[in-house]
């Protein structure tokens, strides 16, 4: 089992920016942040594995940076530019699996509370 707890979210204005920051309970593979919007499906934002090879949605390519410190265990989503249509709850995701770079939810098997971000125009 792995235990993740997210934290950074909040409200931002149009171009504003935020981070958000995952704590994990150990090393794990692949480890990623999703989103979901009301009335909208979980979507993939942006995956990170141990060797630091990344995988970005179109939508936040330029402006979110993912990044993660093995060491310490923790993932963290940089993000830049903030758009009203970011507004989500924003997952942390992990998995000991070989598939990180597609970003399915379907892949990830452990998962956090999350944490809401508002972006206002």
């Known amino acids: 089992q792995v235990q993740l707890v997210e934290s950074g979210g909040g409200s931002v204005q149009s171009g504003g920016s935020l981070r958000l920051s995952c704590a994990a309970s150990?090393?794990?593979?692949?480890m990623g942040w999703f989103r979901q919007a009301p009335g909208k499906e979980r979507e993939g934002v942006a995956t990170i594995n141990t060797a630091g090879i990344t995988s970005y949605a179109d939508s936040v390519k330029g402006r979110f940076t993912i990044s993660r410190d093995n060491a310490k265990k923790t993932l963290s989503l940089q993000m830049n530019s903030l758009k009203p249509e970011d507004t989500a709850m924003y997952y942390c995701?992990?998995?000991?699996?070989?598939?990180?770079?597609?970003?399915?939810?379907?892949?990830?098997?452990?998962w956090g509370q999350g944490t809401q971000v508002t972006v206002s125009s």
């Open positions: 995701a992990a998995t000991g699996g070989m598939r990180c770079r597609d970003r399915k939810t379907s892949d990830f098997d452990y």
């Open positions: 150990r090393y794990i593979y692949c």
